[in-house]
């Protein structure tokens, strides 16, 4: 019934919206995290454990305060590379080629099918902003 699925579609936003990040997807996130990010980002996510690999905990600060949720999603799926000091970020497409969820862009439209590791990826980067 088109009629009920809009009203939980809102109330699911709603719910995102005045929650963050959802913890359950930051856990999932820091596991991720730990395994395939620590190496180049360092264990606390502030950067410099590899040539290049910037501070993750202050992507909002570098952002005029605001989490680029979208951005970072493409960055870390290989969408959007800025090459800074000419060092690459391995692109996790094994990774994140299944388990899809329908995540919702912060700026609206749309819900977009998106592999659950990166939205958990995401979600547990904003967490760690400071
Ligand atoms: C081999 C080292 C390496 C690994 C492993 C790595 N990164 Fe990176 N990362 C980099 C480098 C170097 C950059 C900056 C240059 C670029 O964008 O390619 C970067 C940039 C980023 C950025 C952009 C930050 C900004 O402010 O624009 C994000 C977000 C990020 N990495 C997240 C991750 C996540 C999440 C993982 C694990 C899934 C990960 N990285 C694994 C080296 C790495």
């Known amino acids: ?3 009920r699925a809009t009203i939980l579609h809102l109330a699911a936003l709603a719910l995102l919206s005045a929650c963050g990040p959802e913890p ?16 180049c980002h360092g264990a ?5 454990a590899a040539a290049g690999a910037p ?15 979208t951005r970072v999603m493409s960055v870390i799926d290989g ?6 000091h000419g060092a690459r970020m391995p692109e996790f497409g094994a990774l994140l080629a299944d388990d899809i969820m329908l995540w919702q862009p912060p700026e609206g439209g ?10 958990a990826l995401a979600a547990y980067l904003e967490t760690l902003q400071r």
């Open 79 to 84: 969408y959007t590379r800025s090459d800074q």
């Open 55 to 69: 501070d993750l905990t202050r992507i909002a600060a570098r952002n005029g305060g605001v989490f680029p949720e």
């Open 44 to 48: 606390s996510a502030t950067g410099g």
């Open 24 to 39: 359950e997807a930051a856990a999932d996130g820091a596991v991720l995290y730990a395994r395939h990010c620590a190496a």
């Open 110 to 119: 749309a819900a977009v099918p998106t592999p659950r590791a990166l939205v």
């Open 1 to 3: 019934m088109p009629c």
